[in-house]
């Protein structure tokens, strides 16, 4: 067994593969079939200092490393500059040799692609099993601390996506259907498309983390969607946050490169909010002194200070027991990653375990309580992406604070069991008021979303959530008429007085407060919430979906674009019908005490709407909603509208979002691996 250290230093006279004249060059190193490295991209360059670092495991020198360079893309597929090999057999063992390898393509060997510097160090390496586990998890440990630091942002980036002018035309008709991607390192994100126009307007908020204290390059495309075809880009252009002052607002109208038109921002940097990772026996919450600060700081009397900062979570990441084997040893290399909406950090790897323990303590900001806290347990691979293990998803207002539970890990779709469980503890604290107020606008959309598949049983299932829904407003119409028809004569006779006394007596406050008795009958009146959960059970049946096939090279490119349009329709069909399904189910939700915080919140709102409605003169109201409606624009020239009614009923989870937040029994006598999976038919 040999190892190979490799210093990656810069290249040379490197190839030209963007239309500016220049590359965003980086490098990859294979050993066989297996990517053993991938270098930073050096953007705009074609003499990249790269000076990086990696060490690659040999159990033979008779096959060469081979060293790719590639142009960077962020839209379409990376362009190939030039590769070359590196012959191992022929280094002199146990000193630093630079190496200078020349960049050829095998489509054009004649073509200069310019080289690569390297400086490789070539040592035996002959060590038994147990000494080579023993290193890579002291190893493991090291980088967990260099990845710990790595993980934690240093400030946040509020953009507001305003609007577009004067964009290049890229339809026949003149117009262009422009919607922009933006990126910053790792982070990803995509506004929505406005049809037919050269002067989008977006309207669209969204916070990014910055990772280093000096800013970033943000980068800004624009696309203008075809259907049945790949999107076009109308343009493109840079953002140096480095070179904007933090804590105020910049209004910028950023032109695009290579093409005519602006796109204009909304942007502020900010401090960066709490958030950290360490070990059990430092956790924020545990020590007196901080608790009582962090019990003051989201206290009553701070409930109109910084209203974006509305409490903090706190998540104990004990161990986990029973996990998949996901390696050929039986074995499994396990790490967690956790996710509050577009904060994301994860533990250590733990090496060949199917029952790790990682003890660490997570911190994060929360922004919103409506928040969903997701972690998926995943399998360490080093050749190749980690392995999906488990999941759970918690929401905030379901936690109770300080008490280990364990959760059942579930599948991606959170709709049944798969093997392990994982132990955790805990603890949210968190402003009521702030809470309450944020329930009313946008929540935070994410980063990155997963493109919408065509799918037969979720078209179904969402056609059948609806048809739920109708029937039941069928239902209570049927009923509403069998008054009218004098079915039953006691029933006929109580509705005729109800509704003439009600008529004849009709106030507006009579609708808001009609509202507030349902909400109380179901309160008083309704059964457990264990039943509920069982009612819910039956309303739905799960089938298992097969696994996504990736993509075969050899399919014919034709055939797919003449698919892109059905799929097009497909997706339409299937997301109206979730949409609508789930305005109905989170409604049905709301008066059935499904998140007694959002309950409460709609008793709170519907008593001032009943006191509001009393007291003050219908004309008075709505001519106070006009003057506010005409003003606004007036008033804040760049405010992004919303509804503060849907912006609620976004909070509140449908029956699908019910059932998968829903935590799984755990019978401590039965084996992962014989747990049956949950019917839920």
């Not at 705009?44 to 000076?51: E, G, I, R, V, Y």
């Not at 140096?240 to 910028?252: G, W």
């Not at 179904?460 to 049927?478: C, H």
């Not at 609708?511 to 059970?537: C, H, K, Q």
Request: aromatic residues 10%.
């Amino acid at each position: 067994m040999f190892k190979l250290e490799i210093e990656l230093k810069r290249g040379h006279n490197l190839a030209v593969r963007d239309r500016g004249g220049s590359s965003d060059p980086y490098v990859k190193i294979k050993l066989g079939n297996k990517d053993v490295f991938r270098s930073k991209t050096i953007h705009k360059n074609l003499n990249p200092l790269w000076d990086e670092r990696t060490t690659v495991i040999m159990d033979s020198l008779s096959e060469p490393l081979h060293v790719k360079v590639f142009d960077y893309d962020f839209a379409f597929q990376d362009d190939f500059m030039g590769s070359a090999y590196l012959n191992v057999e022929s280094l002199e063992q146990q000193r630093s040799i630079p190496v200078t390898l020349v960049l050829k393509d095998p489509q054009y060997p004649d073509q200069d692609l310019g080289t690569v510097e390297l400086a490789v160090t070539l040592t035996p390496k002959e060590s038994p099993i147990e000494e080579r586990r023993d290193s890579m998890q002291q190893q493991s440990m090291r980088l967990s601390e260099m990845h710990r630091k790595s993980q934690l942002w240093r400030g946040i980036v509020s953009i507001s996506l305003i609007e577009g002018r004067n964009l290049t035309p890229m339809d026949p008709n003149g117009l262009s259907d422009p919607y922009v991607k933006f990126r910053l390192g790792h982070q990803k994100y995509r506004s929505k498309c406005v049809p037919k126009t050269l002067s989008p307007q977006w309207r669209e908020k969204f916070d990014m983390h910055l990772f280093d204290e000096k800013g970033g390059v943000l980068e800004i495309t624009v696309w203008d969607k075809d259907t049945g075809r790949r999107d076009d880009l109308i343009g493109r252009c840079q953002l140096d946050l480095s070179a904007l002052a933090k804590e105020q607002t910049h209004h910028l109208e950023v032109p695009l490169e290579e093409s005519r038109g602006h796109i204009v921002l909304l942007v502020t940097l900010t401090a960066s909010a709490h958030v950290s990772i360490s070990d059990l026996s430092v956790a924020p919450l545990d020590d007196p002194q901080e608790h009582r600060e962090i019990l003051e700081r989201y206290g009553l009397r701070q409930s109109f200070s910084n209203l974006k900062d509305v409490g903090i979570v706190q998540i104990k990441v004990m161990r986990a027991e029973g996990l998949m084997a996901a390696d050929v040893t039986g074995k499994s290399d396990p790490f967690c990653v956790l996710e509050l909406n577009n904060d994301r950090l994860q533990t250590h790897t733990v090496y060949k375990n199917l029952n790790p323990e990682w003890n660490k303590v997570f911190t994060f900001n929360v922004k919103d309580i409506h928040s969903l806290l997701e972690l998926t347990v995943f399998d360490e691979d080093r050749d190749r992406s980690a392995d999906f293990l488990g999941k759970v998803a918690i929401p905030l207002l379901h936690i109770r604070n300080g008490e280990q539970k364990s959760y059942t890990l579930k599948n991606k779709e959170l709709t049944g069991p798969t093997k392990g469980v994982i132990y955790l503890v805990i603890d949210v604290v968190y402003n009521t008021v702030k809470a309450a107020l944020k329930t009313v606008v946008p929540a935070e959309p994410k980063y990155i979303e997963e493109e919408p598949k065509v799918s037969k049983q979720l078209l179904q299932q969402n056609f059948n959530r609806v048809k739920r829904f109708i029937m039941v407003l069928i239902s209570y119409g049927t009923y509403i008429n069998s008054c009218f028809e004098w079915e039953s004569a006691p029933r006929s006779i109580i509705s005729f007085l109800l509704f003439v006394v009600v008529v004849w007596n009709f106030e507006l406050y009579m609708v808001p407060l009609a509202l507030l008795l349902l909400l109380v009958w179901n309160y008083i009146f309704s059964s457990s919430r264990e039943t509920g959960d069982m009612s819910m059970e039956a309303m739905f049946e799960w089938e298992d979906e097969e696994e996504d096939k990736e993509d075969k090279d050899s399919e014919p490119k034709g055939f797919m674009d003449k698919l892109y349009a059905i799929q097009d329709v497909f997706i339409s069909v299937q997301n109206a019908l979730d949409e609508a399904a789930s305005y109905g189910e989170r409604i049905k939700n709301t008066f059935n005490w499904t998140v007694p915080f959002l309950s409460w919140l709609a008793i709170t709102a519907f008593c001032l709407a009943t006191v509001l409605l009393y007291l003050l003169p219908l004309r008075y109201l709505v001519l106070a909603w006009g003057v506010n409606k005409f003003t606004k624009k007036l008033r804040n020239p760049y405010l992004i509208d919303n509804n503060e009614v849907l912006d609620f009923l976004s909070r509140v989870p449908s029956d699908v979002q019910v059932m998968q937040y829903r935590e799984l029994r755990v019978d401590p006598g039965q084996s992962p691996n014989k747990r049956r999976r949950t019917n839920l038919s």
